[in-house]
């Protein structure tokens, strides 16, 4: 079993930085794939970055590429999401997901087996 649980979110000013965190409990952490997803009220979660299991690998969805940065520390079973140019349309729940050991990483949600509880984000104009 993994638990995940999210950090870092807040309240920001457009085109400020944020950085969430996401920490692993359980085993076997550096063997699965890990995601960031966000989800607003009334509408699907999107994906928004996901790394594989070493960290030598990244994807991200075209509306945050270039602002948004996924890394992780398998010594500190932590992943990390760096936002930059927050826009206001980034404002929502963002979630951290995990995979099950040895899947590859993926921009579906289906593909992870793990999530946290999510953390608001908040950018203002």
């Known amino acids: 079993q993994v638990q995940l649980v999210e950090s870092g979110g807040g309240l920001v000013q457009a085109g400020n930085s944020l950085r969430l965190s996401c920490a692993a409990s359980g085993h076997a952490f550096n063997t699965r794939a890990m995601g960031w997803f966000r989800q607003a009220p009334g509408k699907e979660r999107e994906f928004v970055a996901a790394i594989d299991r070493s960290g030598g690998s990244t994807i991200y969805a075209d509306s945050v590429k270039d602002r948004f940065t996924i890394s992780r520390d398998n010594a500190k079973n932590t992943v990390y999401l760096q936002m930059d140019s927050l826009k206001p349309e980034d404002t929502t729940v963002y979630y951290c997901?995990?995979?099950?050991?040895?899947?590859?990483?993926?921009?579906?949600?289906?593909?992870?087996?793990?999530w946290g509880q999510g953390t608001q984000v908040t950018v203002s104009s």
């Open positions: 997901a995990a995979s099950y050991s040895g899947r590859t990483y993926s921009t579906k949600s289906g593909q992870y087996d793990y």
